[in-house]
């Protein structure tokens, strides 16, 4: 007896259902479900049961599909973008204007451990700044102007510093991407 009520297997009629729930093309399903579009287009005019990982996929997608809208990549409001990573995990976006000091954050994660910016959903251009500088040596740190010679930086700036390190530190498993 299953410890799940979860159904063995799916029909190519129920993937195509809950696609159309999301509203997504085939190209568009295969990627949030992370298989070719080919395999989709297969399921979908196949007569047989599907089974596998997709089963509870599917399940999922259908009682919760704001998933779906959660995984999203959104497109950048400002003209700089970071990605604040654990790992190979997406924790945060966090999209930037410089000029006019406004930042905007999107985060993947539920765990606030694990968030930029912790529990705050809309951080200020000097909270910003303050969480660049926790990813950098600190100012007052001893030899900083060899440390700076090594990075082949002529001053103290953390997003330079990031730029050159990708706000890598010893002790913690995170990193920034900066896209432009």
Same mark, same amino acid.
């Given at each position: 007896m299953n410890k799940y009520i979860i159904s063995d297997g799916i029909t190519g009629e129920e993937i195509?259902? =809950?696609r159309r729930k999301l509203k997504l093309t085939q190209a568009?399903?295969?990627?949030l479900v992370n298989v070719s579009q080919k395999t989709v287009e297969r399921w979908e005019a196949g007569g047989s049961k599907i089974n596998g990982p997709i089963v509870t996929l599917?399940? =999922?997608l259908n009682e919760y599909p704001q998933i779906e809208e959660e995984?999203?990549?959104?497109?950048?409001?400002?003209?700089l973008r970071l990605w604040?990573?654990?790992?190979d995990r997406v924790c945060t976006i966090i999209d930037i204007d410089e000029r006019?000091?406004?930042v905007k954050i999107y985060n993947y994660t539920r765990d606030y451990v694990l968030r930029?910016?912790?529990r705050e959903e809309h951080p200020t251009f000097e909270e910003y700044e303050a969480f660049l500088e926790s990813r950098c040596f600190p100012k007052s740190r001893d030899k900083m102007k060899l440390i700076l010679k090594d990075l082949d930086l002529p001053f103290y700036d953390p997003f330079l510093i990031i730029e050159k390190t990708q706000g890598k530190m010893a002790e913690d498993d995170f990193w920034i991407r900066i896209e432009r």
């Amino acid at each position: 007896m299953n410890k799940y009520i979860i159904s063995d297997g799916i029909t190519g009629e129920e993937i195509k259902a =809950i696609r159309r729930k999301l509203k997504l093309t085939q190209a568009g399903f295969a990627e949030l479900v992370n298989v070719s579009q080919k395999t989709v287009e297969r399921w979908e005019a196949g007569g047989s049961k599907i089974n596998g990982p997709i089963v509870t996929l599917v399940k =999922i997608l259908n009682e919760y599909p704001q998933i779906e809208e959660e995984l999203v990549i959104p497109d950048k409001s400002y003209p700089l973008r970071l990605w604040y990573m654990s790992r190979d995990r997406v924790c945060t976006i966090i999209d930037i204007d410089e000029r006019l000091r406004r930042v905007k954050i999107y985060n993947y994660t539920r765990d606030y451990v694990l968030r930029a910016f912790g529990r705050e959903e809309h951080p200020t251009f000097e909270e910003y700044e303050a969480f660049l500088e926790s990813r950098c040596f600190p100012k007052s740190r001893d030899k900083m102007k060899l440390i700076l010679k090594d990075l082949d930086l002529p001053f103290y700036d953390p997003f330079l510093i990031i730029e050159k390190t990708q706000g890598k530190m010893a002790e913690d498993d995170f990193w920034i991407r900066i896209e432009r």
